[in-house]
């Protein structure tokens, strides 16, 4: 059989190759592979977004994420469960915020009793040891779907800043354990991390989407979180210019210095060389966020038979370990956990 066949080669195959390196020996069994493995993907590496909406028992299906829901608060909490059951250690919120509730400033992302700040609480009474991350940013919030306020057309930094301390203060004063500016405004960090230090929230992490890239791979979200269409314009005045990665270093410098404890690079697959920098210039814990484009694309062709979408999925998570990433959020978390917790 196979083996037999290929131990003998040399001396059974007339052109055999006088060969003193053959790299296919290490690869010979599935053992063999296991042993020489250089990077492994565990559930300890996965954070899992959900997205909320207002209601009670209530799912709903985002269209352009097959397989991805829209939860009330109540189910939210039951897959805290899951992720708990499954050993995923953090969750990720985003809100769809009902269009009655969005303005021009975001108001709704400073109510203490807002959705993310409803399912924080209701999930840490009901399972206190997982951890729980929140965006910070206003586009789940405003009318124009922008990251920021807006005067004459243009994105106010320091305005917006102030709005988001306070977005991150009702945030981690319901329970959150993460905070997550996703906002690219400059200086945010060290305003936030001021902030909760001044309110004695000394032990709120702050991850930050430091290398956040103007990216066409975020329109699933927006459509789960309702802003794809009040969208006005673009987000290149904020988001980076994906052709840079020197950008990317100075970004993520500037939120360490400012008190990140945690970076992130976002888009993840189309980054990984910026995942890859990154880490290796400041040897932070560092995550790449394998955003909702990037999961419709692996879904959609699995749906329609084009790829073995279980083989994609974990392929495309163990890519960014060996970018040298620390974690990943996914919208495959869940289904990548239980894989992983089959194969033992
Ligand atoms: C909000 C935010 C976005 C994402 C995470 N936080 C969208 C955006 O910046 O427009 C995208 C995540 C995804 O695509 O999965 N600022």
Redesign the pocket.
């Known amino acids: 059989e196979l083996r037999e066949v290929s131990r003998r080669e040399g001396a059974a195959v007339p052109h055999a190759l006088d060969l003193t390196v053959r790299p296919r020996r290490n690869r010979k069994a599935e053992w063999a592979r296991r042993m020489v493995r250089e990077n492994v993907l565990t559930t300890d590496d996965l954070i899992w977004?959900l997205f909320l909406i207002d209601g009670h028992n209530k799912r709903e299906q985002v269209a352009s994420m097959p397989g991805v829901e829209r939860l009330s608060v109540d189910q939210a909490v039951r897959e805290a469960e899951r992720a708990m059951k499954l050993t995923i250690p953090c969750l990720a919120l985003?809100p769809y915020t009902e269009p009655s509730l969005r303005d021009e400033e975001g108001s709704e992302a400073t109510n203490p009793n807002n959705l993310v700040c409803q399912a924080v609480r209701a999930i840490k009474k009901e399972f206190p040891e997982i951890g729980i991350l929140c965006?910070v940013?206003l586009?789940?919030f405003t009318s124009h779907g922008h990251?920021g306020l807006i005067s004459d057309g243009r994105i106010l930094n320091d305005e917006t800043v102030a709005v988001l301390v306070r977005q991150a203060l009702v945030q981690a004063e319901a329970g959150c354990d993460i905070i997550a500016p996703?906002?690219m405004m400059d200086g945010r960090v060290a305003a936030i991390r001021e902030g909760l230090d001044r309110t004695g929230l000394l032990d709120v992490q702050i991850m930050a989407?430091a290398a956040?890239y103007a990216s066409a791979?975020?329109?699933?979200?927006?459509d789960a979180i309702g802003?794809a269409k009040t969208l006005t314009g673009d987000?290149r005045t904020y988001?980076m210019d994906s052709a840079n990665t020197d950008e990317a270093l100075r970004e993520v410098e500037l939120d360490i210095t400012e008190g990140a404890d945690m970076v992130m690079v976002?888009?993840g697959m189309p980054y990984l060389d910026v995942v890859r920098r990154v880490k290796d210039t400041f040897a932070m814990p560092t995550f790449a966020?394998q955003?909702?484009?990037e999961?419709a694309m692996i879904a959609a062709a699995a749906n329609n038979g084009w790829l073995d979408g279980e083989r994609a999925m974990m392929e495309s998570l163990l890519a960014f370990k060996r970018a040298g990433a620390d974690g990943v959020l996914s919208?495959f978390a869940p289904k990548a956990a239980e894989k992983l917790r089959a194969q033992g």
């Open positions: 977004p985003f965006d940013a586009d789940p990251d996703s906002d989407y956040k791979f975020y329109g699933p979200f927006r802003s987000k988001q976002k888009p966020y955003v909702s484009g999961y919208y």
